[in-house]
């Protein structure tokens, strides 16, 4: 018999003594004991965090200059048509660059949710349907497009122009002076932006504590980690099949899935995921096979070359990172689900009609009882930092620029 089901069974026999002395004798029990198999999908969900590496489409990724002149323009509102949006009303530093809304609202409301931005340089594709294969191209958008910004060439280079610091930062990145009427201004500002983004991960958590020590063979720190954690661990890299698409350290395999989320848009609209992204990616002059990648290898751009719009990819969007969950409700791509327990319980309760449909093979509703999902939950809230994120340190001006 489990401490899990000895409480009930005590309490039906109203056995008060007994229960307080088996809840001692309980706490730090009913942890499971992983099997070989599960230690090693465990670890697989670490190190972290993941080092740095430069991106090579991107020539003033790492750039002093740039990050400064990038740090500045995310909080830019004069950037936007009306002056009043910036990139920062949607992705606030205290929401792990989240908005809390269901869908996100510029100029006018959209149809999808802001997703968090912390650790974003680690995605393989950009966007919750993967229009973009790059960060800079996928900062650019928000600056022109007419729902979020409505920004033009000539309104960002005269907020360049109108602060020294902005204008010697992106002499210092670019060798130039910002010129309303080169072709290379916005891509350039979007790569300035670009390279301050890489800079904003999120530090260890309570998770990868407790993977390390594993891994260690440190009993004592891995001991610290909740019951509750361990035991949703263990439904995750096991009969939920997470693991299988939120994989890895970034929990996130980078690719797309159908897990039954609805893809109308009120009033009668559709959202194509995928397969509407791969379109627009291709169409997009700032693609990786486009003039502006910064790769002379091109190695980074192989992926884009041979993708191609299938039937499949409609209704499919990108499998989101799991860490920092807690900073960034409502989930989904169309914001839908408010909390980490509505997000359980759809799991739980899948629709297999509509599954079997257009989604996922693997995806079975996982009948989990109060006590599971409530496990699961506990796991998915570990993959965030214990303490409150401190705001982001402002990068110093560079020297030439005092
Ligand atoms: C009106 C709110 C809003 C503003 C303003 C905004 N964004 Fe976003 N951002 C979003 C939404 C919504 C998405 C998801 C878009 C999609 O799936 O097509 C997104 C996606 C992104 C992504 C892709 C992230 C990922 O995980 O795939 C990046 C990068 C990004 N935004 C950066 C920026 C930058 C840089 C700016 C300022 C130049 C900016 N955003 C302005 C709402 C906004
Ligand atoms: C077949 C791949 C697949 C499997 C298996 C899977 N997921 Fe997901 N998950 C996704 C996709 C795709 C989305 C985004 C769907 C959307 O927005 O329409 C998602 C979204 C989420 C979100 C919302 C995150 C956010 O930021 O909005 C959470 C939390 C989540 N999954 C947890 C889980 C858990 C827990 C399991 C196991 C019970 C699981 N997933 C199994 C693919 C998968």
Redesign the pocket.
């Known amino acids: 018999m489990t401490c899990r089901s000895i409480e009930p069974l005590l309490k039906r026999l109203g056995l008060a003594a007994l229960l307080a002395l088996a809840a001692t004798a309980c706490a730090g029990a009913d942890k499971p004991e992983f099997t070989a198999a599960e230690l090693s999908r465990i670890a697989a969900h670490g190190p972290w965090p993941l080092p740095w590496m430069a991106d090579p489409g991107n020539r003033v990724s790492g750039n002093a200059s740039a990050i400064r002149l990038g740090y500045a323009l995310f909080f830019e509102p004069r950037l936007s048509a009306n002056r009043r949006v910036a990139c920062a009303s949607c992705h606030d530093p205290a929401r792990g660059f989240q908005d809390g809304r269901t869908v996100a609202r510029g100029l006018v409301t959209g149809t999808r ?1 802001t ?2 931005l912390l650790n974003v340089r680690h995605q393989r594709w950009f966007g ?1 349907d993967g229009g973009h294969d790059n960060l800079w191209s996928a900062s650019l958008r928000p600056i022109l497009d007419p729902r979020e910004m409505g920004g033009k060439a000539s309104r960002v280079a005269r907020v360049l122009r109108s602060k020294s610091t902005l204008d010697c930062h992106y002499a210092g990145a670019f060798g130039k002076r910002p010129d309303a009427g080169d072709p290379e201004l916005l891509v350039n500002v979007a790569k300035a932006i670009a390279a301050w983004q890489e800079t904003r991960g999120s530090p260890a958590t309570p998770f990868d504590e407790f993977r390390d020590a594993l891994q260690r063979g440190d009993a004592q720190t891995a001991a610290a980690y909740p019951a509750a954690a361990q035991r949703g661990l263990r ?2 890299v096991g009969r ?7 994989a890895g350290p970034l929990f996130s ?1 980078g690719e ?4 039954g ?1 609805p ?1 109308f848009i009120k009033p009668n609209g559709v959202d194509p ?1 995928r397969q509407g992204g791969i379109k627009r990616l291709l169409a997009n002059p700032y693609n990786l096979l486009g003039a502006y990648n910064d790769d002379a290898t091109r190695n980074n751009a192989t992926g884009t070359k041979f993708l191609r719009p299938e039937h499949r990819n409609f209704g ?7 860490r920092n ?1 807690t900073l ?1 409700a ?6 839908s ?1 408010a909390t ?1 327990r509505e ?2 319980r759809h ?2 309760e899948l629709d297999e009609d509509r599954l079997h449909a257009d ?2 093979r ?2 079975k509703p ?1 009948h989990l009882s109060e006590e599971e999902s409530s496990d ?1 939950v506990a ?2 809230e570990s993959l965030s930092p214990a303490a409150p994120l401190p705001a982001p340190v402002v990068p110093p001006i560079v020297a030439a620029c005092r």
């Open positions: 949710n997703p968090g919750w439904i995750f939920g099949q997470c693991a299988t698409c939120h395999n797309f899935g159908d897990i989320m893809f995921g499919e969007f990108k499998v989101p990172s799991l969950l960034t409502p989930y989904m791509h169309n914001g689900l980490l997000v359980v799991y739980s989604g996922e693997i995806l996982l699961l796991f998915l």
